[in-house]
């Protein structure tokens, strides 16, 4: 069953979140994850409001941890702790239909 990335972000440092973003893409890829949403087009019905929302599709959960877990995507992401406030889970998709 296929599993999804949801992040929800407010950058603070948009060149230190812009090197994660290019690394972080890399990674990502090399995982089999697919941008399905990117960025800042949305509109807020509820909660804190985060300028970027990002969407990606792995064939498993335990894929999206792998990729997590990654030394590649921890890398990635030592850009954008202290650049940006962010929430991120990984939801099982319903089904593959």
Excluded at 14 to 24: F, L, T
């Amino acid at each position: 069953m296929s599993a999804f990335w949801i992040a929800h972000v407010h950058v603070t440092d948009a060149d230190r979140y812009g090197e994660y973003a290019k690394r972080a893409t890399v990674a990502i890829a090399e995982h089999g994850g697919q941008f399905l949403a990117r960025g800042g087009g949305f509109t807020q019905l509820e909660g804190p409001e985060r300028e970027r929302h990002v969407v990606v599709r792995f064939e498993s959960r335990a894929q999206a941890e792998k990729c997590y877990a990654s030394s590649a995507y921890q890398e990635a992401l030592s850009y954008a702790r202290g650049a940006a406030e962010r929430e991120l889970v990984i939801v099982d998709a319903l089904d593959d239909t």
